[in-house]
């Protein structure tokens, strides 16, 4: 099965994914407001085909967005970080081990009975390294075990190696039913879950229709399929381009979409509703598996030296961008800090040319240095857009005014995951995004041995201070984290490039926002 990364928002949309949590346009809450639409119908558009449905086999948020709907977790969590109930009504945690005891009356869409058992059967499947899950590392630790008791209607979990939010992100897992559990490729394109919503018409790379069920009670904050405003009706629309989205939402044709760069200034100037976002506009990620280029940490210095983040940010976010503040996004997030960009190497490209020069990388012929008979040469590949295409043209002239031989290339989404999911592609710097309320869920991004640390980063203080602050519960760690984060910027093993708005606009209807938009939150007004 093939891993989906964690891309850009809007982003994903992250474009992007991202994993965050947001605060809500307004409490969804469970109160009937007499504007209310009853049996009403939303029309949404996502940035890119979510592709496989099967809610274990991906970490990307236009999936994760459409899944939402079908598939229920054993937790929300609430805009200060405090989770509470779902289908789990009550736990027990520590960082090391978590007991779920689930609700009463939950059923999956087909009407049969969700058991402990099953839930057990995620993890463990999840767990198992022949189904390549993008969930391990990021919700749940490698290693995690997984017990039930029916008759008591408990899960208990447990952790190799301790987790200082082991609750809270165990508890945000996606949970099957038992039939996709035992036939995931059968539900690539079907739902089989405890949600709200079935899925009643799949057209790939065009559209889905999903349909509220009549037996739903047991959302967070009491929802049910009778609570007013609950759509009856959500289409679901693959519309990959801002401008057209945007152009959608102010035509009235679609209620939602992520829209970001000079259209989202455009919904912003028009007084549009959003459910706001902010997050990384980008990162560079550079490739240091021995054979690149990359993987002499003078030439990662440079290039970072080479790149001014504020020209490039303010391309992609149609002249708005700011500073990068953090690698964690969200609310709320853990741990995070609001001046990440003060760790990078300074803009300075005479310091970029010693750098280079110091380290033996020299100019030869037709300008373009090398070193023991290697060529300075970067293939760099960006995410299809007309603002990044337009921004890495201009970062591609500053390389090659220092010397390096530099290809660009862009190409769309799914391209570039089939790159760095191969684990051998042609590339030595990416445009890509991560980001996520709890520094845990980054760690198999920028460390170790598996497919998700694609660019093979092995950064020594970034790994001694996230051993220290995993051994450390919740936000007693987070100086740890803190440390960490600046290492993996200021050794330029990743660059955040600044800090754009990724809102998901809305027409008449409010919801929170935690890893995505909630549907149970959702409530439609008149």
């Keep these: ?41 939303l029309k949404w558009a996502l940035s890119t085909d979510p592709g496989n449905l099967f809610p274990q086999t991906t970490s990307y948020s236009d999936t994760r967005q459409l899944v939402a709907f079908g598939y229920d977790s054993l937790i929300a969590v609430d805009d200060n970080g405090q989770p509470k109930p779902w289908l789990a009504e009550k736990w027990d945690a520590s960082s090391t081990e978590v007991t779920f005891t689930l609700k009463e009356g939950t059923t999956c869409g087909d009407g049969s009975p969700l058991t402990a058992q099953t839930v057990a059967d995620n993890f463990t499947w999840i767990t198992d390294t022949k189904n390549s899950s993008p969930v391990v590392g990021l919700f749940v630790p490698s290693g995690t075990t997984a017990k039930a008791d029916n008759s008591a209607r408990t899960v208990t979990l447990t952790s190799p190696t301790p987790n200082p939010f082991l609750l809270e992100l165990l508890g945000q897992v996606f949970i099957a039913c038992g039939k996709a559990i035992a036939s995931p490729d059968k539900y690539s394109s079907a739902f089989d879950g405890t949600g709200p ?25 009491g929802t ?58 980008t990162e560079l990620f550079f490739n240091q598996a021995a054979s690149r280029p990359a993987s002499d940490p003078a030439v990662r210095k440079a290039l970072v030296q080479s790149t001014n983040t504020k020209v490039m940010a303010d391309i992609l976010a149609g002249g708005q961008g700011a500073p990068s503040q953090s690698l964690l996004i969200g609310k709320p997030t853990t741990c995070a800090i609001d001046d990440v960009y003060n760790s990078a190497p300074a803009f300075d490209t005479a310091a970029a040319a010693k750098t280079l020069d110091d380290a033996g990388w020299k100019v030869g012929a037709g300008g373009v240095r090398s070193k023991d008979g290697q ?8 995410r299809n857009s007309t603002e990044k295409a337009s921004a890495f043209e201009v970062l591609a002239s500053e390389w090659k005014k220092l010397g390096v031989d530099v290809t660009l290339k862009g190409a769309d989404q799914a391209v570039l995951n089939d790159l760095l999911s191969s684990g051998t592609g042609d590339w030595d710097v990416v445009d890509w ?12 991004f920028f460390s170790g041995s598996t497919s998700s640390n694609f660019s093979k980063i092995n950064n020594a203080t970034y790994n001694e201070h996230v051993i220290l602050a995993s051994n450390k519960l919740g936000i007693q760690g987070c100086p740890d984290w803190q440390i960490a984060e600046r290492a993996l910027v200021s050794d330029a093993d990743i660059l955040p490039i600044g800090w754009i708005n990724n809102s998901t606009y809305t027409r008449k209807f409010t919801a929170s926002r935690s890893f995505q938009i909630e549907p149970w939150s959702i409530r439609q007004s008149g």
């Design 1 to 41: 099965m093939k891993v989906r990364y964690l891309p850009v928002l809007a982003v994903a949309a992250a474009g992007a994914l991202v994993l965050t949590a947001c605060s809500p346009s307004s409490s969804p809450g469970t109160g009937q407001s007499a504007a209310a639409v009853t049996d009403g119908t």
């Design 197 to 221: 919503y079935t899925l009643s018409d799949v057209r790939p790379g065009e559209s889905y229709t999903l349909t509220r069920r009549d037996d739903y009670t047991w959302g967070p904050d």
């Design 433 to 444: 995004y991560v980001g996520a309320p709890f520094p845990t869920m980054l760690v198999p």
């Design 375 to 382: 060529a300075l040469s970067i293939k760099l590949v960006y």
């Design 224 to 281: 049910t399929s009778k609570t007013a405003g609950l759509p009856k009706t959500v289409t679901v629309s693959v519309v990959g381009d801002d401008t057209t989205r945007a152009n959608l939402l102010l035509a009235g044709s679609i209620d939602a979409a992520t829209v970001v760069g000079p259209d989202a200034a455009r919904l912003d100037a028009q007084g549009m509703s959003a459910l706001p976002l902010k997050s990384g506009s």
